[in-house]
């Protein structure tokens, strides 16, 4: 059974970049879209972006200009960086893999395995 | 991107109650719609998938139906340990959008 943890510091000064780790256990990644998913205080989830272990990546176009997402060679670790954060970026980021099943003729996407999530702060 | 308003946002029931949330997407998705279940401090959990594909090993009590642009989650007899945070979100296109929400308490 695949298990994700989020790590990173929990605060990040304005105009800062936030950059968090999310690390795999228990199995592979290589079927997984390997995704970031944020939920500010208060408010629902928000889809950021997710990158396929072959590099191909897509990002929620609201943050495509501050944010990347990668994987390292050794596939145990993805991680995301934001860039030039404020107030708004405050939230708990989650990391999370999205699974394909084919299903009737049709491929079915949807978050199999998640992080418990990291709160960030971003304050000066 | 694709808009999903859900609704209520918060929600009062008893133990063995039917429980139903709504979900309307902004345009039509077909059946590209899961159903979440977040618990504070837990990493979600996908309960159904495709609409109103049960995922394995999620309790049967847990349903879900609809197509185009309106779904239904239903539990048909609350338990207590389905005190939590429901989200729908769609995957018909990117980027992948969630519902705001329905937080679910025990009467």
């Not at chain 2, 309307?24 to 594909?53: E, T």
């Amino acid at each position: 059974q695949v298990q994700l943890q989020e790590s990173g510091p929990g605060l990040v000064k304005p105009s800062e970049t936030l950059s968090l780790t999310c690390t795999v256990s228990g199995g592979s990644i290589s079927t997984y879209y390997l995704t970031w998913i944020r939920q500010p205080p208060g408010k629902g989830l928000e889809w950021i972006g997710y990158m396929y272990h072959s590099g191909s990546a897509n990002y929620n176009p609201s943050l495509k200009s501050r944010v990347t997402i990668s994987v390292d060679r050794s596939k145990t670790q993805f991680a995301l960086k934001l860039s030039s954060v404020t107030a708004a970026d405050t939230a708990v980021y989650y990391c999370a893999g999205e699974y394909s099943k084919y299903v009737g003729s049709y491929y079915h996407y949807y978050m199999d395995v998640w992080g418990k999530g990291t709160t960030v702060t971003v304050s000066s | 991107d694709i808009q999903m308003t859900q609704s209520p946002s918060s929600l009062s029931a008893s133990v063995g109650d039917r429980v139903t949330i709504t979900c309307q997407a902004s345009q039509d998705i077909s059946n590209s719609l899961n159903w979440y279940q977040h618990k504070p401090g837990k990493a979600p959990n996908v309960l159904i998938y495709a609409a109103s594909s049960l995922e394995t090993g999620v309790p049967s009590r847990f349903s879900g139906s609809g197509s185009g642009t309106d779904f239904t989650f239903t539990i048909s007899s609350l338990q207590p340990e389905d005190i939590a945070t429901y989200y729908c979100q769609q995957y018909d296109n990117l980027p992948r959008t969630f519902g705001q929400g329905t937080k679910l308490e025990i009467k």
